[in-house]
């Protein structure tokens, strides 16, 4: 897996744009192994394409600037103190699955989680991982030609949590976000970051293997 990591902030325009040019190259090299972009974005908002933007609230008076984006799901916040990760994966060298594939992003980051001793866990009808009710991490993925891209986003400092209260995050009313140091980890993005990419690696390679 090629992972690439960013120090500092990520203008959001950027990061979408570092997507395009791998998938790109996905599309040209059908035996091109596996990318993962692992940032921490400047503050923005962003939903997927759907006529339904109840989850953005007012969303003309929101802090931060707004993205509507080719991925599934509801309005979510990006920004410091919190890890973004775009996976892109050719699903057509493994397995054609977008199911087994979200599936596989929560197994890593759960694992990730259990590192740094947070029990955090999926949940059934729910995309995304918590612990217990709190929403730690979300995910929102956009497939084309079977190349994914955009991914997930956990939070990781409680910098990461303000925000949030300006929208309905991910579209669930009442929903508690959270953050690995509320819940006791002691890392930051960075070390959070080196433990998960593994973590991926060895799930995709595990749940869903290369076809030869």
């Not at 395009?20 to 972009?37: C, N, Q, S």
């Not at 199911?99 to 759960?110: D, F, G, Q, T």
């Not at 001793?117 to 993925?141: D, F, H, M, N, P």
């Amino acid at each position: 897996m090629n992972v690439y990591r960013f120090s500092s902030l990520v203008p959001y325009k950027k990061g979408l744009e570092l997507q395009r040019r791998l998938r790109a190259l996905h599309e040209m090299d059908a035996d091109r192994g596996d990318d993962l972009i692992l940032l921490e974005h400047e503050p923005v908002y962003t939903i997927g394409r759907t006529r339904d933007h109840h989850s953005l609230g007012a969303a003309a008076h929101l802090p931060s600037p707004v993205y509507e984006i080719h991925r599934g799901g509801q309005a979510t916040y990006h920004g410091p103190g919190q890890l973004t990760g775009y996976p892109i994966v050719d699903l057509n060298r493994r397995r054609k699955d977008i199911h087994a594939y979200v599936a596989c992003l929560e197994k890593a980051l759960i694992a990730a989680c259990a590192h740094w001793g947070v029990q955090a866990a999926s949940r059934e009808g729910l995309t995304g991982v918590w612990v217990g009710v709190r929403k730690l991490a979300s995910i929102g993925i956009g497939v084309r030609k079977w190349v994914t891209a955009h991914g997930f986003a956990v939070n990781v400092t409680p910098v990461s949590l303000p925000p949030f209260r300006h929208i309905i995050p991910c579209g669930l009313d009442g929903v508690v976000m959270t953050c690995l140091q509320n819940e006791g980890a002691i890392c930051s993005t960075e070390e959070f970051s080196a433990v998960l990419a593994p973590c991926l690696e060895s799930i995709l390679e595990a749940e869903m293997p290369v076809r030869g």
